[in-house]
């Protein structure tokens, strides 16, 4: 006859049951990471970083009235921007996200500050948001710092400032000075000196939400200019707002920034190593476009990407031969695998079909791997 179990021993039992069935959902609920919360930034200078690599500073250097920014994944928002000052003089703040090196807060692993020869290209790329409250007074732009000494902290001899938008009756420091095309693009350019540096600042005439470019484009042009010297350093690639009025909404929506070294510096007006021929054909409401690279340099390029800025209004719905995004505004073509290299002299053809709204256009402006290319 089979002994029945005792009740100490299926209590026993019963127990280690429980206790196994906790342990597995407590190994579940140790496994499953909450989602990770915006991080607010309200302290003056106060900042926190992004992606591992970039930092978002609240920079409320210019009043005592509280502002707040939001720290995404990819960016930031102003969430909170109190208070004015004269439209007449310097804005309020600069709450912003930079690569590089700002009064001794250096993004992880940057490679600057970076002499000036050394470095090949720097592509960046932006998307904002300016969805401010009505009576707001801003610029977006990127803020330059360039030195004759690789200086991690306190102001640098020269600013290079890229309005990409300006709301209200406010202007850069000094006087509009000419014109001048860089990066594909015609900019206003003012030069002058605010007492502790030289600022050389390119206006965009018409707002601009998104673009991929080259920061050595407006270098290059403003050594050509005599503000500074190829044997000078880059020390931070910034981008954010300034401030007059209020500000609460504006937002980075998202950021990159790189610097390549190790090549030789182009001058002023040299051709880059690359060239693009962009093809259309274009009925209503729609177009395809077959674009093709070519490498003009003497070496490979490996893992090539084509940055360019899909005009306003345009969207793209498939692609070959390349994967292209994002769907709008400032977009990369990447390669496959089976044509993942350009040879020297050789080129490399994709396409993608789309759609659009009001006039047709084609972009600008294109860059491979950061460099600028000329156009077929």
Request: neutral net charge; proline residues 5%; aromatic residues 10%.
């Amino acid at each position: 006859m089979r002994a029945s179990s005792s009740p100490a021993r299926s209590a026993r039992t019963l127990l280690s049951g429980l206790l196994m069935a906790l342990m597995a959902i407590g190994a579940l609920v140790t496994t499953t990471a909450p989602a990770q919360a915006d991080t607010t930034v309200c302290e003056q200078f106060g900042s926190t970083t992004i992606q591992g690599r970039y930092v978002v500073q609240n920079n409320r250097w210019g009043t005592s009235a509280t502002q707040c920014v939001s720290a995404t994944s990819t960016g930031f928002k102003v969430i909170q921007a109190d208070g004015s000052v004269p439209t007449n003089g310097a804005p309020k703040s600069y709450p912003s996200v930079f690569d590089g090196c700002h009064y001794t807060n250096c993004s992880p692993g940057t490679s600057l500050p970076a002499q000036l020869s050394t470095i090949s290209s720097a592509p960046s790329s932006i998307s904002y948001s300016y969805a401010a409250g009505a009576g707001a007074v801003y610029d977006a732009a990127y803020d330059i710092w360039l030195d004759p000494t690789p200086r991690t902290d306190g102001v640098n001899k020269t600013e290079i400032m890229i309005w990409f938008n300006k709301v209200g009756t406010i202007q850069p420091v000094g006087s509009q000075v000419g014109t001048v095309t860089v990066g594909g693009r015609n900019w206003q350019l003012w030069s002058g000196n605010n007492g502790g540096n030289d600022v050389l600042s390119f206006v965009a005439p018409s707002a601009i939400d998104s673009w991929t470019f080259d920061v050595m484009d407006f270098v290059r042009a403003t050594v050509a200019r005599g503000l500074a010297q190829n044997n000078w350093y880059l020390t931070s690639v910034q981008a954010g707002f300034e401030p007059w009025v209020g500000g609460a909404g504006l937002a980075v929506n998202s950021f990159s920034s790189t610097v390549n070294t190790g090549g030789s510096t182009p001058g002023p007006g040299t051709p880059a190593a690359c060239k693009v021929a962009y093809a259309t054909t274009v009925w209503t409401g729609g177009f395809t476009a077959n674009v093709t690279v070519t490498n003009t340099g003497s070496t490979a390029v490996d893992n090539w990407k084509l940055g360019f800025t899909l005009p306003s209004g345009q969207n793209v719905t498939s692609a070959w031969n390349a994967t292209v995004s994002p769907t709008a505004g400032a977009v990369t073509a990447s390669p496959l695998s089976h044509n993942a290299q350009i040879a020297a002299g050789g080129s490399q053809t994709f396409g993608f079909q789309g759609t659009y709204s009001g006039t047709f256009a084609s972009p600008g402006a294109f860059t491979l791997n950061g460099a600028t290319c000329t156009t077929a």
